[in-house]
């Protein structure tokens, strides 16, 4: 893989506000860039909350806002997610994970949704966590909602 490449110096020319950066990658080298990686790690940085909020704020407002509507125009996208750098030099990104889907979660959540109309997602969430599908079966079962 291209020195270029690594995701170590993909945040530093983020951060530097390098907009030339995709421009210097050859054909192959932007098959293999990843801007949807890329964009996850930089969102996440060391250093002050302030600055830990900054780009979380920055990173939603210049890119992943209209991500997916740019997705044909790779370039595009890396000099929104440059706009996202304050320019305060190359610091430290760290990689969040995706949280995880719990199997069987949006067949859950839909249930509980039909049976509490009125909750909010954030209930929900809370229901998702304190209810079993055992006892959301056996409410329907017993509300004549027998049906898988």
């Known amino acids: 893989m291209s020195d270029k490449l690594n995701i170590g110096n993909e945040m530093r020319q983020l951060d530097l506000k390098n907009r030339a950066f995709y421009d210097s990658l050859d054909a192959d080298e932007r098959k293999k860039f990843s801007t949807f990686l890329m964009i996850r790690w930089s969102s996440a940085v060391e250093g002050s909350r302030e600055l830990q909020e900054y780009y979380v704020q920055s990173a939603n407002h210049y890119v992943n806002k209209h ?55 954030d209930e929900l969430d809370v229901m998702m966590q304190v209810v079993s599908q055992k006892e959301i079966d056996s409410y329907n079962k017993s509300a004549g909602n027998d049906k898988k």
């Open 67 to 121: 991500f997916f509507t740019l997705s044909k125009h790779p370039k595009l996208q890396w000099l929104c997610a440059t706009a996202a750098s304050p320019g305060m030099g190359a610091l430290r990104h760290n990689w969040i994970a995706p949280k995880k889907k719990e199997a069987g979660a949006s067949t859950k959540r839909k249930a509980l949704a039909a049976m509490f109309p009125h909750y909010k997602e």
